[in-house]
Structure formats: structure tokens, C-alpha cells
């Protein structure tokens, strides 16, 4: 059928089109079904239908596959029906709980990454992967397939240090020190970043603060030549593409698979070219793993797919209880984490994990004796050193280098939250925490956060303050602290938990 293409400007994530209902029929397809596009090109696109939006005789292309198809608006191109992508039936067969081939996840990834499946059967793949789980070669094949269909980075000189953490704990800045620490003792980190996704600020949120986070993989691999290290937002470099796609099925689902959790990490870790890495699995009952049991079983899963990709893999089980440091959100944690390199001060929570983890690094880099890396940062950071090269890293960037912990702007909209009583604070439900710094406007606002002044363990008498509040907006800052107080983060001991009442 011969129908004259209109470009549509938004995005979809997938090549796709919309005609109407009319031409749908004459052609035999449906909403979710697959057409080629011709014109000088050819795509292959998934089909919306519609009564009105357009009439018949036209076909809306999105912005995708405009682009792919470089069309013209009003170009007359050939529309026809088109076979569904091989993936499906292997989405199918993961669904009847049976175990795929190499082959076919490379195929499910492939299709992933070029936008041939419709958001129904990638989230067919996800949830079967979450209920029914993979096996260690499902989980090998995926990592590689995911580093296949995307950019890679190769350094010529070994080895190359990274290190993660699986989330789920506010406040976990340990990566703007980490980085320049191991970069200080003269080994290369090239580390890629998250944003946040259901916290109030991920490691590239944090970062661009600082510094632009947006760059390809060569200029990642030119960074970190020339300085050391980096500090990047993974979601630009195209690399593992295809898991900013799964991540946003997970995330309305509340989800985050196991198999696909391993292979998600690995796979990035692998493509910018890291061979040592380690693995900070923060494990409480208000984190992502509740029990000392799962968490080892977890560190086990990546080591194991460590060994498979040659990649030397250790884990560093954490407390996962309470958040790391005081400060939560934006700029705050920003300034938590200068004020660290600075002076090496702040709280104990931040700089005895910060100093672990780069500690294990560092002697897993071999720059560091057995049991002497943790005393290796801490003089890499005394000595100025680990700021100096923090300030390498941002200047190559494309920031200041000459900022200071107490330039960083935050929030100008405060407020702090008493305590009702004395007593020792019993609980911090991090949980809580984070949906009242979103509420506050984390992690957008850069501005936005909270700062904790009792922990778990301190006693506070009446009239304390518990936690201050920074907004960038005064709306932000009246919601966040109605949030605050209609569901409590901090338990104080005493304090009414809820009333209940007969009606």
C-alpha cells in the first residue's frame, strides 16, 4: 500500500508508526503488529492504529524511524505487513520456564537494542526472567550479548579498576572519592554512573554538579587515558544499550531480576573495559538484601560470572541499615563528599566504607601490600593527592576545578524538623528518607536534600533537631515537610508509632 508519510516528533524509543484504521484493515494488521517501510530505504517498524489522528491514505512516522528512513514529509512510501521478529518465540519460550540457547539471547538483546519489540513483549521477557529466574549460562550470555550490541572501550595498559554497588542505601557518594583516590595511586578507573532511578540521587546526578557526565565511549577511554580516571553517566556512552530499555520496564513494576541485575552491572563493567572490579553489596532489612545469607549467595553469582568473563571479581558485604554519611541529596552529598577530600573529615559511616572499598582497590591493583590499602587512602587523601586528581577529573570534564566544598550551591528553601521528645533514635527508615528528598525535589533539584544531625544510636532531647530540609521551591519544601511528619523517618524512643482508633 502506497501511503504519504507525515513525520511525528516524539520519541518512542523504537521505530514505529501510526495509520489509521482503514488502511489497517485493508493491509490485514493490528496495534502491536509489524510493517515495512519503504523508500529509498527500508525499515521495519511496530504499528499503532487510529480513528482520527490520521486520515487514511497517510501514515505518521515517529521520530526514530523518520530519522532512520529520511524521508521527506509527503514522500509517498510503500507500506507492508512484515513478519514478527525470530525473538518473540524465544521470549516464549522463556515464558513456558525453559532455558534459552547463545543464540537466542543474543537475538531477544539484538531486538531490544534496535527497537523491534513492542513494550508488551519486552515486558513479557523481563517478568518471565524475574519469576522463573537463569541459570549461570543464561546470565553469561546475556552480559555478553549485552556488551555485543553496543560500544566497548580497550585499554592498552592493565589493570583496569571499577568498582559498584548494587543501591538501595541513601547517601552512597563513596564513588566521587573512590575514583579519585585508586586514580591518585596511579591506576586507571574509568567509571560509568547511574542516575537515579527510585533514590534521590545516583552517582552521575551527583557528578554533574561538578562536571558535564554526557560523553561517548571514546572520549571515556580518552579521559581516563589522560588523567586516570572519570566519573560518567553510563546512559550516554552506549554501552550495554539495551539495559536503560529493560530498566524501564522494571522500574513501574518495582522489579530488579536477579539474573538480569548481574548481567547489568557485568555487562557495563566489561564493555568499558575493566578487568578487577569490586562489588559492595549493602545487605539490612531496609536494603535491596535483607539476609548475610543472600548477600553471600549474591557475591557467589558475580564472582562466578566474574571468572567466566576473566574479570577478577571481589565483594565487600556492607551495612545496608542506615544511610552512609548525614547528608542525602544533590548538592549536600556533593559537599559531604569535598569536605572528605579536603580534610578527610566527616562522618564515620562514609569515610570508613569510602577508605574499604578503595582500599580493596588498591590492593587488588597491586599498588597496596595485603591489609595496608585502606591505610594507603587514607594517606592518598591526607597527603591532597586524592583532591588533586579529583580536580584533574572534573577540569577534564569540562568543569571548575577550583571549586570548593563550601561552593557548592544547595537548596535556599530550609527547614528543620524537631524532635518531640528525649530519647535515642532508634530507626532511620531509609525508604521514607528517599521519598521525602524526592518530594523536596531530589534528584532534579540539584539543590534538594536532607541532612541528618542524630543517627541511629544518639540520644536527643526534646526540641533537637532530628534532619534539616533544603528545597530549591517553598512548594517543594511545605510538601516534603507534610511528607516528613505524616510518615516519620526517624523513630525516637517513646514516640507513638500510629494511633489507632474504633470508629
Given at each position: 500500500?502506497?501511503?504519504?508519510?507525515?513525520?511525528?516528533?516524539?520519541?518512542?524509543?523504537?521505530?514505529?508508526?501510526?495509520?489509521?484504521?482503514?488502511?489497517?484493515?485493508?493491509?490485514?494488521?493490528?496495534?502491536?503488529?509489524?510493517?515495512?517501510?519503504?523508500?529509498?530505504?527500508?525499515?521495519?517498524?511496530v504499528?499503532?492504529?487510529?480513528?482520527?489522528?490520521?486520515?487514511?491514505?497517510?501514515?505518521?512516522?515517529?521520530?526514530?524511524?523518520?530519522?532512520?528512513?529520511?524521508?521527506?514529509?509527503?514522500?509517498?512510501?510503500?507500506?507492508?505487513?512484515a513478519?514478527?521478529?525470530?525473538?518473540?518465540?524465544?521470549?516464549?519460550?522463556?515464558m513456558?520456564?525453559?532455558?534459552?540457547?547463545?543464540?537466542?539471547?543474543?537475538d531477544?538483546?539484538?531486538d531490544?537494542?534496535?527497537?523491534?519489540?513492542?513494550e508488551?513483549?519486552?515486558?513479557?521477557?523481563?517478568?518471565?526472567?524475574?519469576?522463573?529466574?537463569?541459570?549461570?549460562?543464561?546470565?553469561?550470555?546475556?552480559?555478553?550479548?549485552?556488551?555485543?550490541?553496543?560500544?566497548?572501550?580497550?585499554?592498552?595498559v592493565?589493570?583496569?579498576?571499577?568498582?559498584?554497588?548494587i543501591?538501595?542505601?541513601?547517601?552512597?557518594?563513596?564513588?566521587?572519592?573512590?575514583?579519585?583516590?585508586?586514580?591518585?595511586?596511579?591506576?586507571?578507573?574509568?567509571?560509568?554512573?547511574?542516575?537515579?532511578?527510585?533514590?534521590?540521587?545516583?552517582?552521575?546526578?551527583?557528578?554533574?554538579?561538578?562536571?558535564?557526565?554526557?560523553?561517548?565511549?571514546?572520549?571515556?577511554?580518552?579521559?581516563?587515558?589522560?588523567?586516570?580516571?572519570?566519573?560518567?553517566?553510563?546512559?550516554?556512552t552506549?554501552?550495554?544499550?539495551?539495559?536503560?530499555?529493560?530498566?524501564?520496564?522494571?522500574?513501574?513494576?518495582?522489579?530488579?531480576?536477579?539474573?538480569?541485575?548481574?548481567?547489568?552491572?557485568?555487562?557495563?563493567?566489561?564493555?568499558?573495559?575493566?578487568?578487577?572490579?569490586?562489588?559492595?553489596?549493602?545487605?539490612?532489612?531496609?536494603?535491596?538484601?535483607?539476609?548475610?545469607?543472600?548477600?553471600?549467595?549474591?557475591?557467589?553469582?558475580?564472582i562466578?560470572?566474574?571468572?567466566?568473563?576473566?574479570?577478577?571479581?571481589?565483594?565487600?558485604?556492607?551495612?545496608g541499615?542506615?544511610?552512609?554519611?548525614?547528608?542525602?541529596?544533590?548538592?549536600?552529598?556533593?559537599?559531604?563528599?569535598?569536605?572528605?577530600?579536603?580534610?578527610?573529615?566527616?562522618?564515620?559511616?562514609?569515610?570508613?566504607?569510602?577508605v574499604s572499598?578503595?582500599?580493596?582497590?588498591?590492593?587488588?591493583?597491586?599498588?597496596?601490600?595485603?591489609?595496608?590499602?585502606?591505610?594507603?587512602?587514607?594517606?592518598?587523601?591526607?597527603?591532597?593527592?586524592?583532591?588533586?586528581?579529583?580536580?584533574?577529573?572534573?577540569?577534564?570534564?569540562?568543569?571548575?576545578?577550583?571549586?570548593?566544598?563550601?561552593q557548592v550551591?544547595?537548596?535556599?528553601?530550609?527547614?528543620?524538623?524537631?524532635?518531640?521528645?528525649?530519647?535515642?533514635?532508634?530507626?532511620?527508615?531509609n525508604?521514607?528518607?528517599?521519598?521525602?528528598c524526592?518530594t523536596?525535589?531530589?534528584p532534579?533539584?540539584?539543590?534538594?536534600?536532607?541532612?541528618?544531625?542524630?543517627?541511629?544510636?544518639?540520644?536527643?532531647?526534646?526540641?533537637?533537631?532530628?534532619?534539616?530540609?533544603?528545597?530549591?521551591?517553598?512548594?517543594?519544601?511545605?510538601?516534603?515537610?507534610?511528607?516528613?511528619?505524616?510518615?516519620?523517618?526517624?523513630?525516637?524512643?517513646?514516640?507513638v508509632?500510629?494511633?489507632?482508633q474504633?470508629?
Amino acid at each position: 500500500m502506497k501511503l504519504k508519510a507525515q513525520p511525528y516528533d516524539i520519541e518512542v524509543g523504537r521505530y514505529e508508526i501510526i495509520i489509521n484504521a482503514l488502511d489497517a484493515d485493508e493491509l490485514g494488521i493490528h496495534a502491536g503488529d509489524r510493517v515495512q517501510i519503504k523508500n529509498r530505504d527500508t525499515i521495519t517498524a511496530v504499528v499503532e492504529t487510529t480513528d482520527a489522528i490520521i486520515p487514511p491514505g497517510k501514515v505518521g512516522v515517529y521520530r526514530e524511524a523518520w530519522e532512520a528512513l529520511k524521508a521527506i514529509p509527503d514522500e509517498v512510501v510503500d507500506v507492508l505487513a512484515a513478519e514478527r521478529p525470530r525473538s518473540i518465540q524465544s521470549i516464549k519460550k522463556k515464558m513456558d520456564k525453559e532455558k534459552l540457547t547463545s543464540e537466542e539471547m543474543h537475538d531477544i538483546i539484538a531486538d531490544i537494542v534496535d527497537g523491534n519489540l513492542t513494550e508488551v513483549e519486552l515486558t513479557a521477557f523481563v517478568t518471565a526472567s524475574y519469576i522463573y529466574g537463569m541459570d549461570a549460562d543464561e546470565i553469561e550470555w546475556m552480559t555478553r550479548a549485552m556488551v555485543k550490541t553496543g560500544d566497548q572501550v580497550s585499554f592498552d595498559v592493565h589493570p583496569v579498576m571499577d568498582h559498584h554497588s548494587i543501591g538501595g542505601v541513601p547517601g552512597n557518594k563513596i564513588s566521587l572519592c573512590v575514583v579519585p583516590i585508586v586514580a591518585a595511586a596511579g591506576l586507571l578507573i574509568p567509571k560509568t554512573s547511574s542516575r537515579a532511578i527510585t533514590g534521590a540521587g545516583g552517582s552521575a546526578d551527583l557528578m554533574e554538579i561538578l562536571a558535564p557526565v554526557s560523553f561517548s565511549a571514546e572520549e571515556v577511554k580518552k579521559m581516563t587515558t589522560k588523567v586516570g580516571g572519570c566519573l560518567v553517566w553510563g546512559g550516554a556512552t552506549n554501552i550495554a544499550p539495551a539495559d536503560d530499555k529493560i530498566i524501564g520496564v522494571e522500574y513501574p513494576l518495582s522489579i530488579d531480576p536477579k539474573s538480569q541485575l548481574i548481567a547489568s552491572v557485568m555487562a557495563k563493567k566489561f564493555a568499558v573495559g575493566a578487568d578487577t572490579m569490586v562489588l559492595d553489596i549493602p545487605m539490612g532489612n531496609q536494603s535491596k538484601i535483607a539476609t548475610i545469607q543472600d548477600a553471600r549467595k549474591l557475591a557467589r553469582d558475580f564472582i562466578e560470572l566474574g571468572d567466566r568473563l576473566k574479570m577478577r571479581v571481589e565483594c565487600a558485604i556492607t551495612y545496608g541499615g542506615s544511610p552512609i554519611g548525614r547528608a542525602i541529596g544533590g548538592g549536600l552529598e556533593v559537599q559531604e563528599a569535598l569536605v572528605m577530600l579536603e580534610k578527610y573529615e566527616g562522618p564515620t559511616s562514609f569515610l570508613e566504607k569510602t577508605v574499604s572499598i578503595a582500599g580493596m582497590l588498591l590492593e587488588m591493583g597491586g599498588v597496596a601490600a595485603k591489609n595496608e590499602g585502606s591505610k594507603m587512602a587514607i594517606d592518598l587523601v591526607k597527603s591532597g593527592k586524592a583532591l588533586k586528581k579529583f580536580k584533574e577529573i572534573i577540569e577534564v570534564q569540562g568543569g571548575d576545578p577550583n571549586i570548593t566544598s563550601e561552593q557548592v550551591p544547595v537548596g535556599d528553601k530550609v527547614a528543620t524538623v524537631l524532635s518531640p521528645q528525649d530519647g535515642y533514635v532508634l530507626e532511620i527508615y531509609n525508604k521514607r528518607l528517599v521519598a521525602v528528598c524526592r518530594t523536596a525535589g531530589a534528584p532534579h533539584d540539584k539543590g534538594a536534600g536532607l541532612l541528618i544531625h542524630h543517627k541511629k544510636g544518639e540520644y536527643v532531647k526534646k526540641g533537637d533537631g532530628l534532619f534539616t530540609l533544603y528545597a530549591d521551591k517553598e512548594w517543594k519544601l511545605d510538601a516534603a515537610i507534610k511528607e516528613s511528619l505524616r510518615d516519620p523517618i526517624m523513630f525516637v524512643e517513646g514516640m507513638v508509632l500510629e494511633k489507632v482508633q474504633v470508629v
